[in-house]
């Protein structure tokens, strides 16, 4: 028999008056506001005994009734040998790893490959144990699909303090990325919130109630048919740079799931979007000095990069 759903009720602080039904669950219950507007889209949210959507404004006094999701159950970190991951650099307090694609960060609901812990672990490494238990160590992600440069804490130290620079935006994370078509401007920001998309929720988009986003890139190379692209992260959004330059009407190359042409990515042998994290910069948690570390292109990027270049 499955659990009954925990269901809380709490009356509406006078603070709260005139706020979103969604961020004034984000605030009563602790929850982010995307899991708050999550809830009230499934008619799991009742003001004073009626059905509240995520848009509805709040009384001071009023009774909020939730309907808590039911816990996950608990992720297991399976030790586990990732093909293809580089170690770049090694020390008392991080590693630094080159991620393969079709590797997750860290263990989740669902996933049932390879990950990064895992494959430290496999290999005899003691990572940081902050964080939650599936993603100890980890202080920032990169996709499935996304290869390159990841950072992990081993020291406890280590993790708070890299964990502070991700927070404050003074890490350097720099992608390479090849795009459909010219961007135009050559060089540029994007600016602009995202959120989960409204109609697929595997998806990420440009909406409204997103959380701000921002996206630096630098022209490297013209072609006929793609640009080859320097990216710089003010942010860290899930898929960022694939859901900006969708918006710029300038999808990654190979990337189908956000409307690249799926021609041009069998024309360059492409099973997904052209998309590596070449280099990353940051304050080294031990030494305090700038440590700046690179990552070659992936083969499956460089014959692809090679094939868009080769004269036809």
Same mark, same amino acid.
């Given at each position: 028999m499955?659990?009954?759903?925990?269901?809380?009720?709490?009356?509406?602080?006078?603070?709260?008056?005139?706020?979103r039904?969604?961020?004034?669950?984000?605030?009563?219950?602790?929850?982010?506001?995307?899991?708050?507007?999550?809830?009230?889209?499934?008619g799991?949210?009742?003001?004073?005994?009626?059905?509240?959507?995520?848009?509805?404004?709040?009384t001071?006094?009023?009774?909020?009734?939730?309907e808590?999701p039911?816990?996950?159950?608990?992720v297991r970190i399976?030790?586990?040998?990732?093909?293809?991951?580089?170690i770049v *650099?090694? &020390?008392?307090?991080?590693?630094? #790893?080159?991620? $393969?694609? !079709?590797?997750?960060?860290?263990?989740?609901?669902? @996933?049932?490959?390879?990950t990064?812990?895992?494959?430290?672990a496999?290999?005899?490494?003691r990572?940081?144990?902050?964080?939650a238990?599936?993603?100890?160590?980890?202080?920032?992600?990169?996709?499935?699909?996304?290869?390159?440069?990841?950072?992990?804490?081993?020291?406890?130290?280590?993790?708070?303090l890299?964990?502070?620079?991700?927070?404050e935006?003074?890490?350097?994370?720099?992608?390479?990325?090849?795009?459909?078509? *010219?961007? &135009?401007?050559m060089?540029?920001? #994007?600016?602009? $919130?995202? !959120?989960?998309h409204p109609?697929?929720?595997?998806? @990420?988009?440009?909406?409204?109630?997103g959380?701000p986003?921002?996206?630096h890139?630098?022209?490297i190379?013209?072609?006929?048919?793609a640009?080859?692209?320097?990216?710089?992260?003010e942010?860290?959004?899930?898929?960022?740079i694939r859901v900006?330059?969708?918006?710029?009407?300038?999808?990654?190359v190979?990337?189908l799931?956000?409307g690249?042409?799926?021609?041009?990515?069998?024309r360059?042998?492409?099973?997904?979007?052209?998309?590596?994290?070449?280099?990353?910069g940051?304050?080294?948690p031990?030494? !305090?000095?700038?440590?700046?570390v690179?990552?070659?292109?992936?083969?499956?990027?460089?014959?692809?990069?090679?094939?868009?270049?080769a004269?036809?």
């Open positions: 499955s659990p009954l759903p925990e269901i809380r009720t709490l009356p509406v602080p006078e603070g709260l008056e005139g706020e039904v969604d961020a004034a669950i984000a605030r009563m219950f602790g929850f982010s506001r995307t899991k708050a507007a999550e809830l009230a889209a499934a799991k949210v009742q003001v004073d005994g009626s059905a509240a959507g995520k848009s509805d404004r709040v001071g006094g009023a009774w909020m009734e939730v808590l039911q816990a996950a159950p608990p399976v030790a586990e040998p990732v093909e293809g991951m580089e *650099h090694d &020390d008392d307090d991080i590693v630094v #790893i080159a991620k $393969p694609v !079709g590797v997750a960060a860290h263990p989740s609901p669902g @996933w049932t490959g390879t990064v812990i895992g494959g430290l496999a290999a005899g490494y990572i940081s144990t902050s964080g238990a599936e993603r100890q160590g980890i202080v920032h992600r990169l996709d499935v699909g996304t290869s390159g440069l990841m950072v992990v804490a081993k020291s406890e130290r280590a993790y708070t890299l964990k502070q620079q991700f927070r935006r003074t890490v350097d994370k720099r992608y390479h990325t090849l795009v459909q078509g *010219h961007p &135009d401007p060089s540029g920001t #994007i600016d602009a $919130p995202i !959120g989960r109609n697929h929720d595997y998806k @990420w988009a440009v909406i409204a109630e959380k986003s921002v996206t890139y630098d022209l190379e013209a072609f006929r048919a640009s080859l692209l320097d990216v710089k992260l942010t860290g959004r899930t898929h960022q900006h330059m969708t918006a710029h009407r300038h999808p990654c190979g990337d799931t956000y690249a042409d799926p021609q041009l990515a069998e360059l042998g492409l099973t997904r979007q052209w998309l590596h994290a070449v280099r990353l940051f304050e080294h031990g030494t !305090g000095r700038w440590t700046l690179e990552s070659s292109y992936p083969t499956d990027l460089s014959e692809a990069w090679d094939r868009l270049r004269p036809r």
